[in-house]
């Protein structure tokens, strides 16, 4: 947050205001099972893994993972190019 608040010169208050709005607003899309699209960056969508089995540790005892929902993220473009380029 630092960071932006240098780059923009705005105050880090109204940085952090800024980037908890964005934050909650992709949070609420994708909980609502949107997808949503930072064009250079990524996109942020929900995916779904399916029940299987897997085995306590400490135990050896097999256990049943239930199903869930997952957030993915792809990265854009941009954001690999720069990554691929440092």
Do not use: C, H, W, Y
């Not at 609420?28 to 250079?40: F, N």
């Not at 779904?48 to 997952?70: D, L, M, V």
């Amino acid at each position: 947050m630092d960071a932006v608040a240098a780059s923009t010169g705005e105050s880090k208050a109204s940085t952090g205001e800024a980037l908890d709005a964005i934050l909650e607003a992709v949070t609420s899309a994708v909980t609502r099972g949107e997808t949503v699209q930072l064009i250079g960056f990524g996109s942020f969508s929900t995916g779904a893994r399916a029940q299987r089995s897997g085995r306590n540790p400490s135990t050896g005892e097999t256990i049943t993972i239930p199903a869930a929902k997952t957030v993915r993220f792809t990265a854009g473009k941009g954001f690999k190019d720069a990554v691929n380029a440092a």
